[in-house]
């Protein structure tokens, strides 16, 4: 044979050996497109049922995994976290001690503290009928979490000022899920024993989890917390018992993905405000629906028939006496020490709450509210009583006011308000909840927020005072409704309403003395906000560059309203041009003045002052970065890179929890 026939004899022998190698690793799974990743499977696994996953889990459901020991069905561990918003120093007692142990006495105490003794929630525990004894406790097996012992929230900042109640940081979640024992394979129930704030907290840490990448089959809100466990035929334990943990050493680093666009910074919310689509119309295409979740004051069951400039509320007459029950503006208590009561209080005083409500004693005085959740009667404009003015369209609007401090109050510019005369989709309204925390079907879900003009084709966004509210909205209408295209502004007002440049010169915007009512619990709203003088509000004029009054529309002079503010006049961070209805908190400068609100009968003018002055709820201490350049998203960055923490916190190191002020999830 040639030596070149013997040179293509081996050329040819090479490639059959090659060809039978290659379908030899086709046979055993070994070529590319056989080839398996274990780790790619697992994610892909674990995450399968995101898409279809129902989060929300019925009370019969927990009571069958609690009697199987704890298990699914399936086996998986199932931890249940009990959330409450308050450890030591809000209260007499904390949460846990009260609440969650089901304490009577210690959570009638702390109702009093919060609300005051002749409130309905106090009622409802001295004596009322809807907190039943068998109705306190927590949860067998379950372990407290408390929001406020900072793990949940933490101050960070997202651009040029330090806020509270933001997501938690990644080393504060691991710190917190390595406490409670949590591993990626664990279902973990989140439900309450606080039945004052139906759905808050659960709904808080159940957004954090997601956010932190979590899959939906792993996370799960009990519909209506422990009230409807008790009422399923579950069984509460008493007492501060929890199970023994074993601490874990898991990360959510570990999880494969994060849902980070569950969360709107403080610089992506700027710049939609200021690109306009916060403030189109419905019927617009590139409209944002900006959603503020803060209950509104009930404003719209309130007139004043005399036009004497005081809510006639103020002068209710006692249906059957025929006399004026006695108002006094300094205290804000009504005086009935004539009507004959069987069991009064002690100084024969009652609140607005009971007269309008009827929400403590039932003997003599009619309500003065048919208060519901679908009608809303027409109120006279404006109604500065309670923050009510004209929008563009005409209809009123009712100014939320924030619980937590910041400058001033207001709206974000284009925001829907939860209440108004043509809709209601207030929170615990029957319109989103049963009034005890249990949501509705995704078809009346629907159907409710349809009426306010979202329907889930335009993008969302929801805020509150700190997120606890916000997260309520964003778990129904991302989990219940279906809509994928919400996000979560956790910033919030206690963020947006310290950013200002501005600030009172006089007293002229500063709001005046505000109080909160509460109807009977539960009913179709938790509380309303009455004022008890005259507000002014002002917003800002692009076309005459000014700050200008809302009603009369004329120019504010730099007498009223001065550059300053927690930015100290610098403008690029400034919301006050981006927010609407505006009026300032008090400060310590502009406190003072007197407000006559009305004529005694003999003539005497009644005054009230300016609201009192307090650094907790109004003007706040922040720590500001006034050189900061960025693009106010610095929490997005940092929470992306997140790797792990270098320290384990499962044996007492890692980052250290802080206590956020003010209360809430």
């Given at each position: 044979?040639?030596?070149?026939?013997?040179?293509?004899?081996?050329?040819?022998?090479?490639?059959?050996?090659?060809?039978s190698?290659?379908?030899?690793?086709?046979?055993?799974?070994?070529?590319?497109?056989?080839?398996?990743?274990?780790?790619?499977?697992?994610?892909?696994?674990?995450?399968?049922?995101?898409?279809?996953?129902n989060?929300?889990?019925?009370?019969?459901?927990?009571?069958?995994?609690?009697?199987?020991?704890g298990?699914?069905?399936?086996?998986?561990?199932?931890?249940?976290?009990?959330?409450?918003?308050?450890?030591?120093?809000?209260?007499?007692y904390?949460?846990?001690?009260?609440?969650?142990?089901?304490?009577?006495?210690?959570?009638?105490?702390?109702?009093?503290?919060?609300?005051?003794?002749?409130?309905?929630q106090?009622?409802?525990?001295?004596?009322?009928?809807?907190?039943?004894?068998?109705?306190l406790?927590?949860i067998?097996?379950?372990?407290?979490?408390?929001s406020?012992?900072?793990?949940?929230?933490?101050?960070?900042?997202?651009?040029?000022?330090?806020?509270?109640h933001?997501v938690?940081?990644?080393?504060?979640?691991?710190?917190?899920?390595?406490?409670?024992?949590?591993?990626?394979?664990?279902v973990?129930?989140?439900?309450t024993?606080?039945?004052?704030y139906?759905?808050?907290?659960?709904?808080r840490?159940?957004?954090?989890?997601?956010?932190w990448?979590?899959?939906?089959?792993?996370?799960?809100?009990?519909?209506?917390?422990?009230?409807?466990?008790?009422?399923?035929?579950?069984?509460?334990?008493?007492g501060?018992?929890?199970?023994?943990?074993?601490?874990?050493?898991?990360?959510?680093?570990?999880?494969?993905k994060?849902h980070?666009?569950?969360?709107?910074?403080?610089?992506?919310?700027?710049?939609?405000?200021?690109?306009?689509?916060t403030?189109?119309?419905?019927?617009?295409p590139?409209?944002v629906?900006?959603?503020?979740?803060?209950?509104?004051p009930?404003?719209?069951?309130?007139?004043?028939?005399?036009?004497?400039?005081?809510p006639?509320?103020?002068?209710?007459?006692?249906?059957?006496?025929?006399?004026?029950?006695?108002?006094?503006?300094?205290?804000?208590?009504?005086?009935?020490?004539?009507?004959?009561?069987?069991?009064p209080?002690?100084?024969?005083?009652?609140?607005?709450?009971?007269?309008?409500?009827?929400?403590?004693?039932?003997?003599?005085?009619?309500?003065?509210?048919?208060?519901?959740?679908?009608?809303?009667?027409?109120?006279?404009?404006?109604?500065?009583?309670?923050?009510?003015?004209?929008?563009?369209?005409?209809?009123p609007?009712?100014?939320?006011?924030g619980?937590?401090?910041a400058?001033?109050?207001?709206?974000?510019?284009?925001?829907?308000?939860?209440?108004?005369?043509?809709?209601?989709?207030?929170?615990?309204?029957?319109?989103?909840?049963?009034?005890?925390?249990?949501?509705?079907?995704?078809a009346?879900?629907?159907?409710?927020?349809?009426?306010?003009?979202?329907?889930?084709?335009?993008?969302?966004?929801?805020?509150?005072?700190?997120?606890?509210?916000?997260?309520?909205?964003?778990?129904?209408?991302?989990?219940?409704?279906?809509?994928?295209?919400?996000?979560?502004?956790?910033?919030?007002?206690?963020?947006?309403?310290?950013l200002?440049?501005?600030?009172?010169?006089?007293?002229?915007?500063?709001?005046?003395?505000?109080?909160?009512?509460?109807?009977?619990y539960?009913?179709?709203?938790?509380?309303?906000?009455?004022?008890a003088?005259?507000?002014?509000?002002?917003?800002?004029?692009?076309?005459?560059?000014?700050?200008v009054?809302?009603?009369?529309?004329?120019?504010?002079?730099?007498?009223?309203?001065?550059?300053?503010?927690?930015?100290?006049?610098?403008?690029?961070w400034?919301?006050?041009?981006?927010?609407?209805?505006?009026?300032?908190?008090?400060?310590?400068?502009?406190?003072?003045?007197?407000?006559?609100?009305?004529?005694?009968?003999?003539?005497?003018?009644i005054?009230?002052?300016?609201?009192?002055?307090?650094?907790?709820v109004?003007?706040?201490?922040?720590?500001?970065?006034?050189?900061?350049?960025?693009?106010?998203?610095?929490?997005?960055?940092?929470?992306?890179?997140?790797?792990?923490?270098?320290?384990?916190t499962?044996?007492?190191?890692?980052?250290?929890?802080?206590?956020?002020?003010?209360?809430?999830?």
């Amino acid at each position: 044979m040639s030596e070149k026939a013997l040179k293509k004899t081996k050329i040819l022998l090479l490639l059959l050996l090659a060809a039978s190698f290659i379908a030899t690793l086709a046979i055993w799974g070994c070529s590319n497109k056989g080839y398996s990743d274990p780790v790619a499977d697992a994610t892909a696994k674990y995450y399968a049922n995101d898409a279809t996953a129902n989060t929300l889990v019925e009370p019969a459901t927990v009571k069958a995994w609690v009697d199987n020991g704890g298990k699914t069905a399936d086996g998986k561990r199932v931890i249940i976290l009990d959330c409450v918003p308050n450890g030591s120093g809000v209260f007499t007692y904390n949460d846990t001690e009260s609440w969650f142990a089901g304490d009577a006495e210690k959570i009638k105490r702390n109702l009093k503290d919060q609300y005051g003794e002749f409130s309905p929630q106090y009622n409802n525990i001295n004596g009322g009928q809807v907190w039943k004894p068998e109705y306190l406790g927590h949860i067998p097996g379950a372990i407290p979490s408390v929001s406020h012992e900072g793990y949940e929230v933490a101050v960070r900042n997202d651009g040029p000022i330090e806020a509270e109640h933001e997501v938690g940081t990644g080393a504060l979640i691991d710190q917190m899920l390595q406490k409670f024992g949590v591993t990626q394979d664990d279902v973990i129930v989140l439900t309450t024993s606080r039945y004052d704030y139906p759905g808050f907290c659960p709904s808080r840490l159940w957004w954090t989890l997601y956010y932190w990448g979590f899959a939906k089959d792993n996370i799960k809100v009990l519909s209506g917390g422990n009230l409807a466990y008790a009422k399923a035929g579950g069984t509460l334990q008493k007492g501060t018992g929890v199970p023994i943990i074993t601490p874990s050493t898991f990360s959510v680093a570990q999880l494969a993905k994060k849902h980070i666009d569950a969360r709107i910074s403080i610089g992506e919310l700027i710049a939609l405000v200021d690109s306009g689509r916060t403030s189109l119309p419905d019927s617009d295409p590139n409209k944002v629906v900006v959603l503020d979740t803060r209950q509104p004051p009930a404003a719209f069951f309130f007139t004043d028939a005399n036009a004497d400039g005081i809510p006639d509320v103020f002068q209710v007459t006692a249906s059957t006496i025929g006399n004026p029950l006695t108002y006094d503006f300094t205290t804000k208590l009504f005086n009935y020490a004539a009507f004959g009561y069987t069991n009064p209080p002690t100084d024969k005083n009652i609140t607005l709450s009971q007269v309008i409500f009827k929400a403590a004693y039932n003997d003599g005085i009619s309500p003065r509210a048919a208060f519901n959740a679908t009608t809303n009667p027409p109120i006279p404009m404006p109604n500065p009583f309670f923050g009510i003015h004209k929008q563009a369209d005409g209809s009123p609007l009712a100014i939320p006011l924030g619980a937590k401090g910041a400058d001033f109050e207001g709206i974000v510019k284009g925001a829907k308000i939860t209440k108004t005369t043509t809709y209601n989709i207030t929170v615990p309204a029957i319109s989103v909840t049963d009034g005890s925390g249990r949501y509705l079907d995704k078809a009346a879900m629907i159907a409710v927020f349809n009426t306010a003009g979202i329907d889930g084709t335009k993008p969302i966004v929801t805020y509150c005072n700190s997120g606890a509210l916000a997260s309520i909205y964003y778990y129904a209408l991302h989990e219940i409704c279906g809509y994928q295209n919400v996000r979560m502004y956790d910033g919030s007002w206690q963020e947006w309403a310290v950013l200002t440049a501005y600030e009172p010169a006089d007293s002229t915007y500063v709001m005046n003395d505000d109080y909160t009512t509460f109807p009977a619990y539960p009913a179709g709203s938790p509380s309303f906000v009455a004022f008890a003088a005259k507000n002014n509000y002002f917003r800002w004029d692009a076309t005459k560059n000014s700050f200008v009054d809302v009603v009369t529309g004329a120019v504010i002079p730099d007498t009223q309203i001065k550059s300053g503010g927690s930015l100290g006049g610098n403008d690029k961070w400034d919301v006050l041009k981006r927010s609407d209805f505006i009026m300032f908190r008090p400060t310590q400068a502009v406190n003072s003045t007197k407000v006559q609100v009305g004529t005694k009968t003999d003539g005497t003018p009644i005054y009230y002052q300016n609201k009192t002055y307090s650094g907790a709820v109004d003007w706040p201490t922040v720590t500001t970065h006034p050189t900061y350049d960025g693009a106010g998203n610095e929490i997005e960055l940092q929470d992306k890179a997140y790797k792990g923490s270098s320290t384990s916190t499962s044996t007492g190191g890692g980052a250290t929890p802080f206590i956020p002020k003010g209360g809430g999830c």
